[in-house]
């Protein structure tokens, strides 16, 4: 009877535990809500955060990148002409790397504002406009190059009629991984090797498991909801975004909702000291909101 005990002892804490990863007050605070923090802009997105936790963040209509100091919960102008620059994401040595759809480029920016274009395009073609952007360990940029025409390109003809997921690795070669109805957010793992990809116009998530340098499995659904950008947190949930901030466990279950007084929210980081402040894009806002959680590395 003793171990018929222990063992249903042992039973009741993975259960809990298991109920516990998909409890929202472990993550959130109550009766804390998103603080606005500016309004000063036209449509926010790709926030970044460096080593310090400072995020950059673009105002794609206006051809500028912004920096959120964590210290002093101050905006301020980091660089304009920016290629058009929307989604982010930091390298290890703290360069900003960025999608500049103005020419369907991927530039590298360095906190002197010294700019190398990394890509211009595939097989000789030019992309639609790298959208969103994640970087893995072996030097490698995983990308999503939708088609959102914009008013500012000038004598651009549609070269490439897919919409297709990318990875550049650290040579510089680009190759095709998969078509979409039309690619947006994305966001990885190195510690789980999971990258998820949302097919926004097919209001889908899918999750792959990454097997090497630029190999993925075959794609699985996550979950029946599309998104413009997306974050980690720490236990592996998954951060959607577009009507505020859905928040999904990592077996595809809703677990919690943010809401957002904006029209739409771009996409979302963590940042701050500890990396466990979430900092929102919302059209002509950002926001934070500190968590219990953090970003996962």
Known sequence: MKNIWSLGVVGLVFALQGCQSTNYTTMFYENTEPKLVSDQFTFTE???TDKSGNVYFTDQPNDKIYVWDWKTDKISLFMDKTGRANGTYFDENDNLI???DNQGEIWKISKDK???????GFEGKRLNGPNDLWLDDEGGIYFTDPLYKRDYWENFKVEIP???LYYRNKNGEISKLETFVQPN?????TKSKKLYVSDIDAGKTYVYDILGEGKLSEKK????MGSDGMTLDQEG???LTGDGITVFNPKGEKIHHIKITEDWTGNVTFGGEKNNILFITASKSVYTLPT???ALK
């Open 98 to 100: 960025t999608c500049s």
């Open 237 to 239: 949930n998954l951060y």
């Open 162 to 164: 897919e919409k297709n």
């Open 221 to 224: 659904l996550f979950c029946e």
């Open 185 to 189: 957010g994305i966001i990885g793992s």
């Open 114 to 120: 010294s700019i190398k274009v990394l890509s211009k």
């Open 46 to 48: 790709g926030p970044a």
């Open 292 to 294: 219990k959680t953090s």
